[in-house]
């Protein structure tokens, strides 16, 4: 079974406009990780949030996580039709050494 | 640097069949993951192999096995295939095998069982 669940399930946004996507999880994790997956292709990392961490940015991606709540957000600002594609966060639990990944949502960009 | 490459891209089985997917991971990373990927679905874990030896698994049948070899290069095979083995297949490598660093994947194998 899956550890995480994103939402939406499915985004689509115009150009230019921001994106949003949420990740919730179930158990308690050692670090939070993000990762993009062009259709029918490899999985590529784009960020790493600890889970002493609150908050972390790179480049145009900006990552909170609140362990209270045992969820995460992904956003990607000034969002650009290269950016379509499937977004997936994946857990590391305490005490195991794979990730868990979610269910993903599946952010289309409109030029 | 090398990245992970994964042979083969594509591969068809009729049900019952035994297949080998194989994986050479980045230059310095000496654990490989294995993950299946259904349609629409985020992948799952099946193991993981670090210096050769099997050091995690998920909810995976034995029918599922793999291996790992000096060079960190890794294979995983799959027996008595079923229908709903129908999947990409990831390979993943790491230079650590505690989840602490990010996983480098390759563009995985697509298998098709009929």
């Known amino acids: 079974s899956q550890q995480g669940e994103e939402d939406p399930q499915a985004l689509s946004i115009q150009e230019g406009e921001n994106a949003t996507m949420n990740c919730s999880y179930k158990t308690s994790i050692n670090n939070l990780q993000w990762y993009r997956q062009n259709s029918g292709r490899g999985l590529v990392h784009l960020i790493l949030?600890?889970?002493?961490?609150r908050e972390k940015h790179s480049g145009r991606l900006r990552v909170t996580l609140d362990t209270s709540k045992k969820s995460s957000s992904l956003l990607i600002t000034a969002s650009r039709a290269a950016d379509t594609a499937s977004y997936f966060c994946?857990?590391?639990?305490?005490?195991?050494?794979?990730?868990?990944f979610g269910t993903g949502t599946r952010l289309t960009v409109i030029p | 640097e090398t990245g992970v490459t994964q042979s083969p891209t594509h591969l068809i089985k009729t049900r019952g069949q035994q297949v080998t997917l194989r994986c050479s991971s980045q230059?310095?990373?000496?654990?490989v993951s294995w993950y299946q990927q259904a349609l629409g679905q985020g992948p799952q874990f099946i193991f993981q192999?670090?210096?050769?030896?099997?050091?995690g698994r998920g909810n995976f049948p034995p029918r599922f096995s793999g291996l790992q070899f000096p060079n960190y290069s890794s294979e995983l095979n799959v027996n008595a295939l079923e229908l709903d083995d129908s999947a990409l297949y990831l390979c993943a490598s790491s230079p650590s095998d505690r989840g602490v660093l990010p996983l480098h994947f390759g563009n995985g194998t697509r298998l098709t069982v009929t």
């Open positions: 192999y670090y210096r050769e030896e099997e050091n």
């Open positions: 949030i600890r889970s002493n961490e």
């Open positions: 994946a857990t590391r639990e305490t005490g195991a050494n794979n990730l868990f």
């Open positions: 230059s310095g990373h000496n654990t």
